[in-house]
């Protein structure tokens, strides 16, 4: 008996050891693509339309709208090399009233292994000095969801909406839209590591798990109080929200590579 059990373990280990043999060699070629979700929660909540949600100031919070822009992807390889996604395919609408907007497919990926992304959250200033020219349908796009100001002053990087009721509000409409305030542009680049590999291959199409906690806009690093005002769109507020509370409301909750 004894015999058969050392048998079974060293067959056992003999096979764990040629299929590690097996994975170390693979031959890693050809191209694929990646599935970046991007799932809106407001503190540790998932979020959901005209649902209170009550802030450490006391003020009780309903959102409406939801939309911020991402742009120029950027993978990086276990090897410490990058991907870069074409400028021209770089730029999305995360909109939380249409579902199929929060799921990034990103094609002809080259097959590696990868273990961070890179992206911006707004339209960088390369791009948008491109001129009206060189927006493409970027700009059509952009205004039909309400994500514009002038063209002088560019576009809405992030639009979060609704409601607010508080010691001096009762459901009182308050609006925050960040993006340039005069000559400060207010690009926000984040870097996240990813918490296992993402295996893109010919035949597996990761899907990156990313949280937006989008209470954060408004109750980071730099909280908003709407007592002060309801309309939180320019100046030093937007600039603290940009530099302080933006770069912190994402990260990796998982990896599927299936």
Known sequence: MKFQIKNIVAVLALALAFTSCTDDNETISGEGAI???FDNVYGAANLAFNTAYTNTNGEVIKVS?????????????EDGSTYT???????????EADATSTIL????????????VSFGVGVDQAQFNAGADGQGTMWTDAQALGMTWSWAAGYKFVKFEGTVTSTTHTNANFRVHTGKTGDIYNYATITLN?????????????????LTDLKKVIEGTTVINFNEGLDVMGGTKVQN???NNVPNIFSIDHVHND
């Open 85 to 95: 996604m074409p400028k021209s395919e770089s730029y999305f609408f995360v909109n």
């Open 35 to 37: 599935k970046l979700e």
């Open 194 to 210: 990813f918490p296992n590999k993402a295996l893109v291959r010919t035949n597996v199409t990761p899907q990156v798990h990313v």
């Open 65 to 77: 709208n939801a939309i911020y822009i991402i742009s120029n992807i950027v993978l990086t390889k």
């Open 105 to 116: 497919n990103l094609p002809n990926i080259p097959a590696a292994n990868y273990t961070k």
């Open 241 to 243: 929200i940009s530099a």
